[in-house]
């Protein structure tokens, strides 16, 4: 079998950090973190009622990944805390129990502030920066284009292609690999369009990588000056952006223009249910140009126009990408960390398909792949943070430790729910720093923490994936409740697939060397 040397560009090395409360580290503080912390003294309120404040020390929220120094004050603080800095404060979930009053039992008190203001250029008004109304509007359409069917039909794209015909051992940077497919696994299924990124570049391509670029970047930089007035021209980087969006709203008003030249149904005036099940029960496996696009075409009515649609693919283009790409680094990382695992895997995928293609139905006999898939998703989130503004005051649950009466928050508090946190708390998972797929088997519930269910696989027994219901909200790698990523199904899929065609064809190793 051919040997992969896998050689990632950059590693998040997993370490316990030490809290930045220390006498040593107080001492160490330069004179812009005082000065930040005594700005924070004076307008930042003090505490949200007894709720405990970490001191956000500039060098550390700038010096290293935000989530980083998150975990670090989880850890001091408790699973809800305010982190204050300068003028500007934001409260710190990593509780699945209040992460569950946010995103599914209070959601629509609460929209996605912070991120709908970062995005809102990007993809305009799809799903991620909505408002509420476009939001009830667009979802319900979507969540139907990704219908059984249709991922079934997706699957068998996914298989389509040429196989690996080179040298026994080859050395590759497999981030910029999975990047590459992640992008042409969207172009297809969603609007069946071959970017071909894994075997050229061009225009589109560079202008699509640009676009993801400003998205990540805006996403953690800590001031918008994107909204400063002129921006778009003064700022070199952003008369890029401007140039790369050009392009890729030329490309996508093409195909959305072919989809509707194409468009087999012609009337659809209202989003009656019959109708939209005869679109879910075609024959998606021998039809042409079947996507997802296909599918938003047929069935847009008289709310939705040619700007609306494309601002649909182009969330879905910058989304989908981000998390099949890292999830799939991650998960060939951590097998090749833990090379028995890698064994178990492949014996798995020898057993199932033997020298055979994977088949849709074969997805549910790949259950350790499955299970390495999430478990990557739960030890390197996708994104880290889940971001929140609430609407009206509300009172959220004290969480493990914390304040029985709970804590009383204003209308405007924006909320961070620390996924990665969450993920890897020690109150909620056993070794939670260690890659163990088989966790997701067992029932686990700390009988200490009054309100979590805990872990049970028999809460949603007919799932292929475990999801925020087996776990209560300690594992929401898609978010959870009404506003969870739609495409969570098709992103599992793809990524399981992928991970199984390549541990069926190579072997892995870090090229310990580079």
């Given at each position: 079998m051919p040997f992969v040397n896998l050689c990632l560009s950059y590693v998040c090395v997993e370490c316990r950090c030490q809290s930045i409360n220390t006498d040593k580290r107080k001492s160490n503080r330069n004179l812009l973190d005082n000065a930040s912390?005594?700005?924070?003294?004076?307008?930042?309120?003090?505490?949200?009622?007894?709720?405990?404040?970490?001191?956000?020390a500039v060098s550390h929220l700038f010096g290293r990944p935000l989530f980083f120094s998150l975990y670090d004050w989880f850890l001091e603080h408790g699973a809800v805390y305010k982190l204050a800095f300068g003028p500007k404060a934001f409260v710190v979930v990593s509780d699945p129990i209040v992460a569950r009053h946010i995103l599914r039992e209070n959601a629509f008190s609460y929209d996605k502030a912070v991120l709908a203001d970062i995005l809102e250029p990007i993809m305009g008004k799809g799903l991620i920066p909505a408002d509420l109304d476009t939001w009830k509007q667009r979802r319900r359409v979507i969540a139907r284009a990704?219908?059984?069917?249709?991922?079934?039909?997706?699957?068998?794209?996914?298989?389509?292609?040429?196989?690996?015909?080179?040298?026994?051992?080859?050395?590759?940077?497999?981030?910029?690999?999975?990047?590459?497919?992640?992008?042409?696994?969207?172009?297809?299924?969603?609007?069946?369009?071959?970017?071909?990124?894994?075997?050229?570049?061009?225009?589109?391509?560079?202008?699509?990588?640009?676009?993801?670029?400003?998205?990540?970047?805006?996403?953690?930089?800590?001031?918008?000056?994107?909204?400063?007035?002129?921006?778009?021209?003064?700022?070199?980087?952003?008369?890029?952006?401007?140039?790369?969006?050009?392009?890729?709203?030329?490309?996508?008003?093409?195909?959305?223009?072919?989809?509707?030249?194409?468009r087999q149904i012609r009337y659809y005036f209202d989003f009656m249910e019959t109708d939209v099940e005869k679109l879910q029960q075609r024959d998606y496996l021998n039809l042409k140009d079947a996507?997802?696009?296909?599918?938003?075409?047929?069935?847009?009515?008289?709310?939705?126009?040619?700007?609306?649609?494309?601002?649909?693919?182009?969330?879905?283009?910058?989304?989908?990408?981000?998390?099949?790409?890292?999830?799939?680094?991650?998960?060939?990382?951590l097998l090749a960390q833990n090379p028995n695992?890698?064994?178990k895997a492949q014996a798995e995928v020898d057993l199932?398909?033997?020298?055979?293609?994977?088949?849709?139905?074969?997805?549910?006999?790949?259950?350790?792949?499955?299970?390495?898939?999430?478990?990557?998703?739960?030890?390197?989130?996708?994104?880290p943070l889940l971001i929140r503004r609430s609407l009206k005051s509300d009172v959220l649950p004290g969480g493990h430790k914390g304040d029985k009466d709970g804590y009383a928050i204003p209308a405007g508090t924006d909320v961070f729910i620390s996924v990665y946190n969450l993920h890897r708390s020690p109150y909620f998972w056993d070794r939670p720093h260690d890659f163990e797929p088989e966790r997701f088997l067992v029932q686990n519930k700390n009988e200490?923490?009054?309100?979590?269910?805990?872990?049970?696989?028999?809460?949603?027994?007919?799932?292929?994936?475990?999801?925020?219901?087996?776990?209560?909200?300690?594992?929401?790698?898609?978010?959870?409740?009404?506003?969870?990523?739609?495409?969570?199904?098709?992103?599992?899929?793809?990524?399981?697939?992928?991970?199984?065609?390549?541990?069926?064809?190579f072997d892995v190793e870090l090229n310990r060397w580079n």
């Open positions: 912390n005594l700005l924070t003294d004076l307008l930042s309120g003090g505490s949200i009622g007894s709720m405990p404040i970490a001191e956000g990704f219908h059984n069917s249709y991922l079934e039909a997706m699957f068998n794209k996914l298989l389509e292609g040429e196989g690996y015909d080179g040298p026994n051992s080859i050395e590759l940077d497999l981030e910029a690999e999975f990047s590459s497919l992640a992008l042409d696994i969207i172009g297809i299924g969603v609007f069946n369009y071959d970017f071909g990124s894994v075997t050229k570049e061009s225009p589109v391509i560079k202008a699509v990588y640009g676009t993801l670029f400003e998205a990540e970047h805006r996403s953690t930089f800590y001031i918008p000056y994107w909204k400063i007035p002129l921006a778009r021209w003064i700022i070199p980087r952003q008369r890029k952006f401007q140039d790369d969006l050009k392009v890729i709203n030329t490309c996508l008003d093409g195909l959305i223009r072919n989809a509707k030249e194409s996507s997802l696009l296909r599918f938003l075409v047929d069935v847009r009515g008289a709310d939705v126009d040619d700007r609306q649609l494309r601002d649909d693919l182009m969330t879905m283009l910058i989304a989908g990408h981000e998390t099949t790409a890292a999830v799939l680094t991650w998960a060939v990382f695992k890698m064994k199932v398909l033997g020298t055979g293609r994977p088949t849709f139905e074969s997805l549910k006999e790949l259950q350790y792949i499955r299970l390495i898939v999430v478990e990557a998703l739960r030890l390197y989130s996708q994104p200490e923490i009054e309100g979590w269910g805990g872990l049970d696989p028999s809460r949603s027994p007919g799932a292929l994936y475990p999801n925020e219901v087996i776990s209560d909200f300690a594992f929401l790698p898609f978010g959870g409740g009404p506003r969870k990523c739609v495409g969570d199904q098709f992103a599992l899929m793809e990524c399981t697939v992928a991970l199984t065609l390549l541990l069926q064809n």
